[in-house]
């Protein structure tokens, strides 16, 4: 199975911050990588596709970028709805991998 | 709107089967381009994929390594939903069970709103 290693495991930002979380895969995956984010109690959300592109409705202060092995998610400027755990996804093959999560804390 | 809802019980005891449903709307489970999926999340084991079915003219079933002596998941036609059922369970598959929807290109996009099931005696 593809393993997915995604990084820091938590970060602690304030509103209005540029965050970054990566997210690298055992081996190349093309751009098969999506990304969600999971408040507690609730089922992740899928935010973004394809490596970079956003889901519908998704705000566009949401990026994501990579192909291969590594990839990025960025928020350009963090808001307070934005506190939550973030998850990468590969659906390249089978079985479908799940990065570890990365919790974003208010600092 | 898709919408996905799981009904099944929170609790089961030790060695037998946990069973649970989830129903479709806004899709089919007999799509030729969408597949039907279960996932757990735990805190030991994080968010863990652990099967679909599909339909592609006949019926097709993936499931992961770590469960394929025990789970079954099961489409249901007649209700446009589909099953899951996990024998000889332990504590360790205590945890939030999800279904999902994944369609050709696009990867798990509509979520069940999750049960938590417990294994305890």
């Known amino acids: 199975a593809i393993q997915m290693t995604q990084s820091p495991s938590s970060l602690s930002a304030s509103v209005g911050d540029r965050v970054t979380i990566t997210c690298r895969a055992s081996?190349?995956?093309?751009?098969?990588l999506a990304w969600y984010q999971q408040k507690p109690g609730t089922a992740p959300e899928l935010l973004i596709y394809?490596?970079?592109t956003l889901q519908s409705g998704v705000p566009s202060r949401f990026s994501g970028s990579g192909f291969g092995t590594d990839f990025t998610l960025t928020i350009s400027s963090l808001q307070p709805e934005d506190f939550a755990t973030y998850y990468c996804?590969?659906?390249?093959?089978?079985?479908?991998?799940f990065g570890q999560g990365t919790k974003v804390e208010i600092k | 709107q898709v919408q996905l809802q799981q009904s099944g019980p929170g609790l089961v005891k030790p060695s037998q089967t946990l069973s649970l449903t989830c129903a479709i709307s806004g899709d089919s489970v007999s799509s030729n381009s969408a597949a039907w999926n279960w996932i757990r999340q735990s805190p030991s084991r994080g968010l863990e994929w652990l099967g679909r079915?599909?339909?592609?003219?006949?019926?097709?079933?993936q499931y992961a390594e770590s469960v394929k002596s025990r789970i079954t998941i099961n489409p249901d036609t007649s209700k446009n939903q589909f099953s899951l059922q996990l024998n000889s369970v332990t504590p360790q598959d205590t945890a939030m069970y999800y279904c999902?929807?994944?369609?050709?290109?696009?990867?798990?996009?509509?979520w069940g709103q999750g049960t938590l099931v417990a294994v305890s005696s």
């Open positions: 079915t599909y339909y592609r003219s006949k019926w097709y079933n």
């Open positions: 999902a929807r994944d369609r050709t290109g696009w990867p798990l996009d509509y």
């Open positions: 996804l590969q659906d390249y093959n089978n079985p479908f991998t």
């Open positions: 394809d490596a970079s």
């Open positions: 081996q190349g995956i093309t751009k098969d």
